[in-house]
C-alpha cells in the first residue's frame, strides 16, 4: 500500500508556504500552515465576515479564498490567495486594495499590524 502525500499539489502555493515558513516571524509561519491545510480544511472567507471583523484602513491576509456573499463598507487591504470574480468587484467598488500575500511580506516582512481571518 502507497500512501499520497497532503497537502497542496499546486507547486507555487507550496513553494509560497516554504518562503514564509523560512521567516521564523510567528505570523507568516501561521499562514504557511493554512496553506498547507489539506483540502477539507481550507479557508473560505465571505467578504461579510471581513466587513464584521475589521476596520477601515486595516490590512488583513486571507489564507485562502475570498467568497462574496455580503458587502464591504469600508476600505481594506486585503492579502489573500484567491478570489472570486464577483468578490474581486465589490472589493474593488469600496475602495479596498487586494494584493497578493507574496506582496505583502514584501511589504511588511515583520507582520506587524496585520490580521490573519480565517
Known sequence: MTFKPTGPSDRIKRKLARKLWTTKKRI???????LMAPKKNRVNVNLYRLNKNT??????????KVLANGDL???????????????YEKI???????????????RNPSGSNVKIII
Open 28 to 34: 507568516w509561519r501561521d499562514v504557511s500552515d493554512y
Open 55 to 64: 476596520k477601515d484602513g486595516e490590512t488583513v491576509v486571507i489564507p485562502g
Open 73 to 87: 463598507d469600508h476600505k481594506l487591504t486585503i492579502a489573500c490567495y484567491n478570489l472570486s470574480k464577483s468578490a
Open 92 to 106: 474593488k467598488s469600496s475602495g479596498s486594495e487586494r494584493i497578493t500575500i507574496e506582496e505583502l511580506y514584501e
